[in-house]
T-cell receptor, first 110, second 115 residues
Framework: GDSVTQMEGPVTLSEEAFLTINCTYT??????LFWYVQYPGEGLQLLLK?????DKGSNKGFEATYRKETTSFHLEKGSVQVSDSAVYFCALLYGNKLVFGAGTILRVKS | GAVVSQHPSWVICKSGTSVKIECRSL??????MFWYRQFPKQSLMLMATSNEGSKATYEQGVEKDKFLINHASLTLSTLTVTSAHPEDSSFYIC???????????FGSGTRLTVV
């Protein structure tokens, strides 16, 4: 079945460092891809999405490009802040269901 | 934007009792709602999909008699954990969708602790 694989965390960075969180997927067809963020004790918030190959989703300085050839949707940010500390989930839409990766904890130190 | 309200945000109950968790879409009609369970430091596990006016569809391995889902209106779905036991303690999250084209909005989650 369809699945999502994320890099294991935690990822610990200093403020203003460059962030990459890798995400690859396995799917039949061409699913929509998402990044969600979860702050401690809260539900998930949609960070960005891409619905077709070569689409770039972006929001709050975060970006991810839908790469069909490498089946990837890596999350990047040029300069992280302490407030970006959270858990990040990559997901794909399979039918009407979201399939999530395991999540990557990001810790940003000041 | 779309808002999903989940209530309560946390609940402690005694073993053997039942607990109801509500999920409401505040500014849109949700034809489909989803219930997830999240264990500490783990991803979300889809428990069931509910469609307004019909029976919920449960994922493999989820006990439908233990986790009762009702989606009586286009803005409200409830999850009732029946005869709760300590192993049911978890973080439960709902999400709602007006249609898959509009994306999915998540509630803030409910921390259930069974003692």
């Amino acid at each position: 079945g369809d699945s999502v694989t994320q890099m294991e965390g935690p990822v610990t960075l200093s403020e203003e460092a460059f962030l990459t969180i890798n995400c690859t997927y396995t799917a039949t067809g061409y699913p929509s891809l998402f990044w969600y963020v979860q702050y401690p004790g809260e539900g998930l918030q949609l960070l960005l999405k891409a619905t077709k190959a070569d689409d770039k989703g972006s929001n709050k300085g975060f970006e991810a490009t839908y790469r069909k050839e490498t089946t990837s949707f890596h999350l990047e940010k040029g300069s992280v802040q302490v407030s970006d500390s959270a858990v990040y989930f990559c997901a794909l839409l399979y039918g009407n269901k979201l399939v999530f990766g395991a999540g990557t904890i990001l810790r940003v130190k000041s | 934007g779309a808002v999903v309200s989940q209530h309560p945000s946390w609940v402690i109950c005694k073993s053997g009792t039942s607990v109801k968790i509500e999920c409401r879409s505040l500014d849109f009609q949700a034809t489909t709602m989803f219930w997830y369970r999240q264990f500490p430091k783990q991803s979300l596990m889809l428990m069931a999909t509910s469609n307004e006016g019909s029976k919920a569809t449960y994922e493999q391995g989820v006990e439908k008699d233990k986790f009762l889902i009702n989606h009586a209106s286009l803005t409200l779905s409830t999850l009732t954990v029946t005869s709760a036991h300590p192993e049911d303690s978890s973080f439960y999250i709902c999400s709602a969708s007006e249609s898959s084209d509009y994306g999915y909005t998540f509630g803030s989650g409910t921390r259930l602790t069974v003692v």
